[in-house]
């Protein structure tokens, strides 16, 4: 069995947010890096994922998934390499994709682990070939359903989620309008990832921009923040429009309902005179099984260079916490992913 001198470094929950995480929320330490039993595996941690929904793991708040309890590594995907095994299924030097957490080693019994064989990129396991991207396949194809000449539009157009929505749209032939906080990911958007027109949410008037950008409504509003987009998205709904309501990031860090009338009256009055379908989904529950489904077109569009895809790297694990505060208040500029 190889040895390994250096320690451990994990970062820990250390308090519950009140509204936006601080880094005083987390904690660093240094720990012996543990030793693997029969029938597990030592993974060292090369990539982390960070991901929007681990502001709810933050969170005593009732949800699909319990909370991470305080003083515990906080929970996030993996890539890692097996750096000794005594696992049957497992050699020392196979590269998993894992859920292994915010620290540069861990143990595993197998169970959470998928092996990725040999990857150029190894980090696109966790983006466009990975939950993201599986996110924006099944959500758009499974409850979106485009069809050819529709209006898909599309927040957090840019990153991990959004970006492969909107080009997936532009494969089936829709007219996309992504919606993202800056001008040059907007111009990314347009540019780069082909999309018909991206509007910046912090213009003044993005209702007015919005009906400008689509003159024949709006198909498919595929959701991903809430808040003042989904506003200006409500009044340029078309008959049958469909919802797939994946996130609402601009609510995250809510301590309290949003001021103002309130607008459930409408909502609703909306969804019955348009016939709108608003179906939630959390990806894991609800699609796991049809994995392979999204897995061999994914891989031939990226392949073919139809599907782009943009990384924002951040490097060393002492950076997650920042890193993480940053993608709830969109500072980052594509997937977000920790390199160890
Ligand atoms: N249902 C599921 O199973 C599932 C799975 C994965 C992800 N999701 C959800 O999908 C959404 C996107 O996730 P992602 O991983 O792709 O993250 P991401 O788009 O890579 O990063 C989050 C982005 O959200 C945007 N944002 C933040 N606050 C906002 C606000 N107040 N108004 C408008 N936009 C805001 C920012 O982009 P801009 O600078 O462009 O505004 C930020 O860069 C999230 O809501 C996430 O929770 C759901």
């Given at each position: 069995m190889q040895k390994h001198t250096s320690i451990n470094r994990q970062v820990l929950l250390a308090s519950r947010p009140t509204g936006k995480p601080t880094v005083s929320n987390f904690k660093l330490v240094e720990t012996p890096i543990p030793e693997p039993q029969d029938s597990q595996v030592l993974l060292k941690t090369l990539y982390l994922s960070l991901d929007p929904y681990m502001r709810g793991r933050m969170?005593?708040?009732?949800?699909y998934a319990p909370p991470v309890k305080l003083g515990d590594v906080m929970c996030g995907g993996t890539v890692s390499r097996v750096i000794s095994s005594r696992h049957p299924q497992f050699k020392e030097g196979d590269l998993v994709l894992g859920y292994?957490?915010?620290?540069d080693y861990a143990i595993s019994d197998g169970r959470d682990l998928q092996p990725l064989g040999e990857m150029g990129q190894p980090s696109l396991a966790l983006g466009v070939l990975g939950m993201p991207g599986f996110t924006a396949y099944m959500g758009l194809m499974?409850?979106?359903r485009p069809q050819k000449g529709e209006t898909l539009v599309v927040a957090a157009a840019t990153g991990a989620v959004g970006s492969v929505v909107g080009q997936i749209g532009k494969i089936m032939g829709c007219r996309v309008i992504g919606i993202a906080g800056n001008p040059e990911k907007c111009h990314y958007a347009v540019a780069e990832l082909g999309f018909d027109a991206c509007l910046n949410h912090h213009e003044a008037k993005l209702e007015d921009i919005l009906r400008e950008a689509c003159p024949e409504g709006i198909d498919i509003y595929f959701e991903n923040v809430g808040g003042k987009v989904l506003d200006a998205v409500l009044p340029l709904l078309n008959n049958k429009a469909r919802i797939p309501v994946c996130g609402l990031i601009a609510d995250y860090?809510?301590?309290?309902l949003p001021e103002g009338p309130d607008r459930l009256g409408l909502l609703m009055s909306l969804i019955l005179r348009k016939r709108l379908l608003l179906q939630g989904f959390i990806i894991s529950l609800?699609?796991?099984?049809?994995?392979q489904e999204f897995r061999q077109p994914m891989e031939q569009w990226v392949r073919e260079g139809r599907i782009k895809y943009r990384e924002d790297i951040a490097l060393g694990l002492e950076k997650a916490p920042e890193a993480f505060i940053g993608l709830l208040e969109g500072a980052n500029f594509g997937k977000l992913v920790v390199k160890l």
């Open positions: 969170s005593e708040a009732p949800s292994a957490g915010w620290q499974d409850i979106g860090n809510r301590t309290a609800d699609y796991g099984p049809r994995y």
